[in-house]
């Protein structure tokens, strides 16, 4: 069984996911279950990828959409601190670009996540 964690912090108007393990098919439907609950209670979602090993195609999934349902609620959705193999799938797919946070808060969103 792939091990797929994730821990919450909440500020008012911000929802920090910090995500750890395997983001692929066996975790989608909790993936997406946090993802979209997030985006439910905070304007700012940040999706801290730090300690994720291993993000597949239902990992990218889940979080595309999860970033279409914060933009038709008005807010917004980053990652932030992907590495190795899982920044390599994010740059190759387009997503690291789409969920990036703007360059002037994103060293200070990374850093309070």
Not at 33 to 40: M, N, S
Not at 72 to 97: D, F, K, S, Y
């Amino acid at each position: 069984m792939a091990r797929f964690e994730a821990t919450t912090t909440t500020a008012p108007g911000r929802f920090v996911l910090a995500l750890a393990g395997e983001c692929d098919l066996e975790g989608r439907d909790r993936l997406s279950e946090l993802l979209l609950g997030a985006v439910d209670r905070a304007d700012l979602v940040i999706v801290d990828l730090q300690e994720v090993t291993f993000v597949d195609s239902s990992g990218i999934h889940a979080l595309v959409t999860a970033h279409h349902a914060a933009q038709r609620a008005g807010g917004r959705l980053h990652v932030v601190n992907a590495r190795g193999p899982v920044a390599t799938v994010l740059e190759i797919t387009g997503v690291a670009q789409l969920l990036a946070p703007p360059a002037e808060s994103g060293a200070r969103e990374a850093d309070h996540g």
